[in-house]
């Protein structure tokens, strides 16, 4: 059974920093591009990055480009969002996913959330 | 970057009916890499059709995909009480990956 378990979410001020993970298990790890999307209270999804299985493919999305890095451990079943210089836009609930294959496409699997709230 | 818009915003059927959601891209998706999603409140969203037309794992059969180029349809034939939720859809023919600002169907 394919599980994903974010955590790091929290309350954190404005220009700070944040770095979120997700355990995953049940599939082989590295056969398999992740993705992290998010949303804020009472919005729609946004998508925000993603990350090939041997990790040399990252895209992001045009509001997180600069500020967010993803990256991935494959020895550790693990992957992770650093999130620099928040804002208050980028307060949302944050969702770790698996994709369909090595490729970054389009998640199968999701986990249940992490809340990142960004405020003084 | 590629713009999804889903129309209608809310559609309000009954139990039984036949719901029709539409997704027009901004421009051509190529190899109709088009997902559909299902969102429910406080729940993660689950995949329901790939590749436009593709249904996920134990999706059933009640729920179908179609369309190609701009142009993406989803259908449900029949609507269970359970289908009662918020539907996206998000292509990834292009980074970065983008997501349609959803549909709400609601029980009439």
């Known amino acids: 059974e394919v599980q994903l378990l974010e955590s790091g979410g929290g309350l954190v001020q404005p220009g700070g920093s944040l770095r979120l993970s997700c355990a995953a298990s049940g599939f082989t790890f590295s056969d398999y591009a992740m993705t992290w999307v998010r949303q804020a209270p009472g919005k729609g999804l946004e998508w925000v990055s993603a990350?090939?299985?041997?990790?040399?493919?990252?895209y992001y999305g045009d509001s997180v480009k600069g500020r967010f890095t993803m990256s991935r451990d494959n020895s550790k079943n693990t992957f992770y969002l650093q999130m620099n210089s928040l804002r208050a836009e980028d307060t949302a609930i944050y969702y770790c996913?698996?994709?369909?294959?090595?490729?970054?496409?389009?998640?199968?699997?999701w986990g249940q959330g992490t809340l990142v709230t960004v405020s003084s | 970057e590629i713009v999804l818009t889903q129309s209608p915003g809310t559609l309000s059927l009954s139990p039984g009916e036949r719901a029709t959601l539409s997704c027009r891209a901004s421009?051509?998706?190529?190899?109709?890499?088009l997902a559909w999603y299902q969102q429910k409140p406080g729940q993660a969203p689950r995949l329901l059709i790939y590749g436009a037309s593709s249904r996920a794992t134990a999706i059933p059969d009640r729920f179908s995909g179609s369309g190609s180029g701009t142009d993406f349809t989803l259908t449900i034939s029949r609507l269970e009480p359970e289908d009662f939720a918020v539907y996206y859809c998000q292509q990834y023919a292009m980074a970065p990956r983008t997501f349609g600002q959803g549909t709400k169907v609601e029980i009439k």
């Open positions: 421009q051509t998706v190529s190899s109709n890499y």
């Open positions: 990350i090939s299985g041997s990790g040399g493919i990252i």
């Open positions: 996913a698996k994709d369909m294959e090595s490729r970054p496409l389009t998640p199968d699997y």
